[in-house]
């Protein structure tokens, strides 16, 4: 029955005073009969005096589980998520640069008030003057009258009248521009306000998508499971696959570039560390193997912690192996800690055969390589027949960080927080001791600290000519695996900015390959700076002193160029040029310098000597050319071997270049066994 035959039916029924019963049919939630209805209504067969909804629906548990289930949901690709939680950080981008520009507005108002308080000043100190000339004259006035002198000349009184009028009149403009100050300060305060809400509920929409993006980890242990199973059955081995904390959730891109490589550990950990029952029955263990994998948050991570109960790494044939590529020297002891980051080097491995199960002959660097791009850690830890145990770093989402914006020459970079022990501060004048191989070190909470700088890490020059007298150094939180005391490491930092909110971007395949860079991030002013990974940096440093400690071994022609250490100076405009060449020279035993363009260059020149140059051709502020004939008109470095290597093949370019006096001439991309060839005999003819 429609509401109005019902409404009509009970109005009847009360006029009529007689006793009636309204009959219908229940309909459940798909439109289907009721069947727990006989037909008649669930209650008394009063009379019913009047209309009352609440006697015909009542919502009870059942009711609103059922409007719960009912409740719209909107199919929405992972794409357009993705897409949105993008432009939600790029508004935070927007918000930021709005924050900067009010910041300047204020600063401005307060240069406006002081202004405004100087004008002030200065009208109250010419009224004081007027007024005490006036009086003067009024004095001479009285004089003149008793003497029997004339009154005021009329222009003499115009002129003061006039300056008291000009007075009163640059007063009451004062008072106009403090009014105007007060409304453009309330207007700036307002939009203070109002940008602090936007950025709430900013924030809360990020939140909000990156809470939908976020999956658990859970939907991947089906797939991890069969992972093992299958790898186990094939290689004769019993081993049990447990989780721990698999309801933790992440973001979904994420959880889907790690399967990948957690699938690799969990492989290599079945080969290579999971024992056959007869070895680990012999060695007193069960004859099943375990693998643990641990999951837990960490302030804005997620640690995966994968372990095992296998025989551990093969640390001797790690040092064997790295010895005999030239990664270190024969005679130089590390520790095994030291010894198992050898494995995360590209095409590292100590297998004797490739399979087609443990990575075909592709080391651990695809793993750390793929935690590094998430912008996350491996960490390693091993002991000789008790196991291995890896730890996984990884944010929870990809979109927003905390980072700590810091300075090292003139450039600036960002270091998430999660890899800051702490910050602390020293006098400038202690630097040079602390820096020192032999050095003291940095005393702070009853610990010593390796001291670095954070300019030698990534290759830029420090900061010179400022009057702080203190410094700033940033403990880092090393991996586990960099070993007992090195893992106390102090970064010095020319300069502090403070904490940021940051929006991670990626930089592609060929930056990310760079040691030591995670990632890119816009900050307010436009400016783009690169996300650094400070451990890896470290270790970077600390692999390269040991190759180039290796290097003599490797020839005699690199023995040569050791004892030798000629100075190279590399000037490129591309820092993937500069870091790629850098490496190759320092892994033959040369030392390097880098300019970032030729500006750069011309004024490094002024104090270094370097034994070659290799100089590319377009760069910004100085092009190659320009710096050549630099180089040939400068008395103290005229006779300096030049190499250019640019894409510029053309021959009016190579003639230009050879009217200058360029020695070589070289076409990206090069050959690396061709760029040393021609910097030996550039340096020999040189010498000669």
């Given at each position: 029955a429609s509401f109005e035959e019902l409404q009509a039916l009970a109005d009847s029924e009360s006029a009529s005073g007689t006793e009636s019963t309204v009959t219908t049919a229940f309909v459940a939630a798909d439109g289907s009969a009721d069947p727990t209805s006989d037909g008649a209504l669930p209650f008394d067969d009063a009379p019913i005096a009047s209309w009352d909804p609440a006697l015909f629906w009542r919502p009870d548990d059942g009711d609103a589980g059922l409007l719960q289930q009912r409740r719209e949901t909107a199919r929405v690709p992972v794409d357009a998520l993705d897409k949105m939680l993008n432009e939600a950080g790029e508004i935070s981008i927007y918000r930021s640069r709005l924050e900067e520009h009010n910041s300047g507005i204020e600063a401005q108002l307060d240069d406006l008030s002081q202004a405004i308080a100087r004008v002030r000043d200065q009208l109250r100190q010419l009224d004081i003057e007027t007024e005490a000339q006036i009086t003067a004259r009024g004095l001479n006035q009285m004089e003149s009258e008793r003497d029997g002198g004339g009154e005021f000349d009329p222009l003499e009184m115009d002129r003061y009248t006039r300056m008291q009028e000009l007075s009163r009149t640059l007063s009451e403009s004062v008072s106009d521009l403090s009014a105007v100050h007060a409304s453009l300060d309330q207007l700036a305060s307002e939009a203070t306000t109002i940008l602090l809400q936007q950025g709430r509920i900013n924030t809360e929409v990020q939140q909000g998508l990156m809470r939908t993006l976020m999956v658990p980890f859970s939907r991947q242990i089906a797939r991890l499971q069969r992972v093992v199973q299958q790898t186990s059955q094939e290689n004769g081995k019993r081993v049990e696959l447990v989780f721990d904390g698999a309801e933790a959730e992440l973001d979904r891109n994420v959880l889907e570039r790690m399967t990948a490589p957690l699938e690799h550990l969990l492989r290599n950990a079945v080969i290579h560390g999971i024992e056959t029952p007869l070895q680990r029955e012999s060695a007193g263990k069960?004859?099943?193997?375990?693998?643990?994998?641990?999951?837990?948050?960490?302030?804005?991570?997620?640690?995966?912690?994968?372990?095992?109960?296998g025989g551990g790494l093969d640390l001797r044939a790690i040092r064997e192996t790295a010895v005999r590529r030239g990664l270190m020297p024969e005679d130089v002891e590390i520790g095994d800690d030291e010894a198992a980051q050898y494995i995360f080097m590209p095409g590292f491995s100590t297998a004797r055969e490739l399979t087609q199960d443990a990575g075909r002959g592709v080391g651990m660097d695809v793993v750390a390589s793929e935690v590094k791009q998430?912008?996350?850690?491996?960490?390693?830890?091993?002991?000789?027949?008790?196991?291995?145990r890896f730890t996984v770093r990884l944010p929870l989402t990809l979109a927003i960080s905390q980072s700590l914006l810091v300075g090292a020459g003139h450039e600036s970079y960002a270091i998430p927080l999660p890899s800051i022990m702490g910050i602390t501060r020293f006098a400038r004048d202690q630097l040079d001791a602390l820096l020192a191989d032999d050095g003291p070190g940095l005393e702070y909470g009853g610990q010593n600290y390796r001291l670095m700088h954070l300019a030698d890490l990534v290759g830029v020059p420090r900061e010179s000519g400022s009057d702080q007298k203190t410094l700033h150094a940033i403990l880092v939180r090393m991996p586990e695996s960099f070993g007992g005391e090195q893992r106390r490491v102090a970064v010095v930092v020319d300069t502090l900015v403070g904490s940021r909110e940051i929006v991670s971007k990626a930089v592609g395949p060929q930056i990310s390959a760079i040691p030591g860079i995670s990632g890119a991030t816009i900050l307010a002013d436009g400016r783009v700076v690169l996300i650094l990974d400070v451990p890896a940096l470290v270790q970077d440093h600390a692999r390269r002193i040991l190759r180039m400690q290796a290097a003599p071994q490797v020839s005699g022609a690199a023995q040569t160029h050791e004892a030798k250490r000629e100075l190279i100076m590399v000037v490129d405009d591309s820092i993937t040029i500069r870091r790629v060449t850098e490496r190759l020279l320092l892994k033959h035993g040369y030392d390097v310098i880098t300019a970032k363009d030729g500006l750069d260059a011309m004024a490094q020149l002024q104090t270094e000597r370097p034994q070659a140059i290799l100089?590319?051709?377009?760069?910004p502020r100085a092009n190659g050319f320009e710096v050549a004939t630099f180089v040939r008109n400068t008395a103290m470095i005229a006779r300096t071997p030049i190499i250019m290597i640019t894409s510029r093949s053309g021959e009016k370019h190579r003639e230009h270049a050879a009217a200058i006096g360029v020695e070589r001439y070289l076409i990206k991309p090069f050959q690396e066994d061709q760029l040393l060839e021609q910097l030996r005999e550039v340096i020999a003819g040189a010498t000669a």
């Open positions: 069960a004859a099943a193997g375990r693998i643990a994998v641990s999951l837990w948050r960490e302030g804005t991570q997620l640690l995966i912690e994968l372990s095992d109960d998430l912008g996350g850690t491996l960490e390693l830890a091993s002991e000789w027949g008790r196991g291995a100089l590319d051709i377009e760069m």
